[in-house]
């Protein structure tokens, strides 16, 4: 029976209030995030992260004091084996994670892989629009540390993958639902930020979050007013927009209600949990925006997972390299997306 090792990459969290000041280090010295020599990058991140701690741990104490991004992947990597072991008995799978910033890091990661001793390995990274940032960034850390058997195939991205688009267009429902089906609300699909020179560089991230918005948004007739906006800007460089802020202060002027959906983020952390439920919730009510909701990371929902299982169905059915799931295609001048990051 063929052995299959799935390795999901993500950003990782710090684990208690002692490693948000690591993990921040660990953030802000990637080249993809800082792009200066090293150098310059280190002393950098070491005075970012020494300046932000306090204010990072004041956010992570929100959510108990550590990130709940671990806990949450570690349940999405035992849903996702479930789902094969039912879809390819024929196969023995097994889950592994390796996250940029903090633990479990990509080289612990890679040894527990090669330890497995894999005929086959998917890489699958938890950022279903692909950016330099993100999803470059932990496929090359993955290239350095991986020595071990297993021939390799990479899904680079996967935004309009149709379980995926399904699970949004539904917890975005139900979410409406719930609060009694608002007529006057204005749906707000919210992703991280880049600063521009990212897109301009030929980043394909806002092409892909765009995509997935119009494709989820296709599926909600019930709620047609619908926008892309982005949060979480740092710094003084010009970051792409609208902003999210920007349109909750535009929703409070024209006194529509506010459904926010986060559209580039599959588990909850701080972002959500923080950020937008409490951050932007404060800015909503103050603006007199009513209601302010907010739809769920997919999390654990059946049609996420069932989606991943069959990525990973279809990655195994390719030759090799990288490629994304679905038809989707990288519009022209914004190539810089898995397969040129894997050389094929």
């Known amino acids: 029976m063929s052995r299959v090792a799935v390795v999901l990459f993500n950003l990782g969290g710090p684990d208690g209030p002692d490693a948000v000041r690591p993990f921040l280090y660990n953030l802000f010295k990637d080249p993809a995030i800082i792009s200066v020599p090293a150098l310059l990058r280190y002393p950098i991140a070491a005075l970012i992260s020494s300046r932000r701690e306090a204010s990072a741990q004041a956010n992570y104490n929100i959510m108990g004091g550590a990130s ?5 992947t570690q349940k999405q990597a035992a849903a996702l084996d479930a789902a094969l072991a039912a879809a390819r008995p024929d196969l023995t799978v097994k889950a592994f994670i390796a996250m940029r910033y903090w633990k479990p890091f990509a080289d612990q990661t890679a040894k527990e892989v090669a330890a497995f001793a894999p005929d086959e390995i998917v890489l699958l990274p938890l ?3 692909f950016s330099t940032t993100t999803t470059a960034s932990s496929l090359q850390d993955w290239a350095k540390t991986y020595k071990g058997p297993g021939r390799t195939r990479t899904v680079c991205c996967y935004p309009t993958a149709q379980g995926l688009v399904a699970a949004h267009a539904e917890t975005i429902r139900k979410t409406w639902v719930d609060a009694g089906r608002p007529a006057k609300v204005r749906l707000l699909f919210s992703a991280h930020g880049l600063p521009e020179k990212v897109i301009k560089g030929g980043d394909p991230y806002q092409a892909q ?3 997935t918005a119009a494709a989820v948004a296709a599926l909600l007739p019930e709620l047609p007013d ?3 906006c982005y949060q979480s800007r740092v710094g003084p460089m010009k970051w792409i927009g609208p902003s999210t802020v920007e349109e909750i202060h535009i929703a409070g002027e024209q006194g529509v209600g506010l459904l926010l959906s986060p559209i580039a983020f599959v588990s909850e952390h701080i972002e959500t ?4 439920d409490h951050e932007y919730a404060e800015l ?3 603006q007199g925006v009513a209601p302010y909701l907010r739809a769920p990371a997919l999390g654990v929902d059946q049609a996420f997972i069932t989606a991943l299982a069959q990525t990973v169905t279809h990655a195994l059915a390719r030759d090799g390299g990288a490629a994304p799931e679905g038809a989707w295609l990288c519009p022209a001048g914004y190539g810089k997306c898995g397969r040129s990051t894997q050389g094929a």
């Open 68 to 72: 709940p991004l671990l806990p949450e």
């Open 127 to 129: 950022y279903p629009q």
């Open 209 to 211: 979050v765009e995509a």
């Open 226 to 228: 619908w926008r892309v």
């Open 273 to 276: 949990l923080v950020e937008l």
């Open 284 to 286: 909503a009510e103050n």
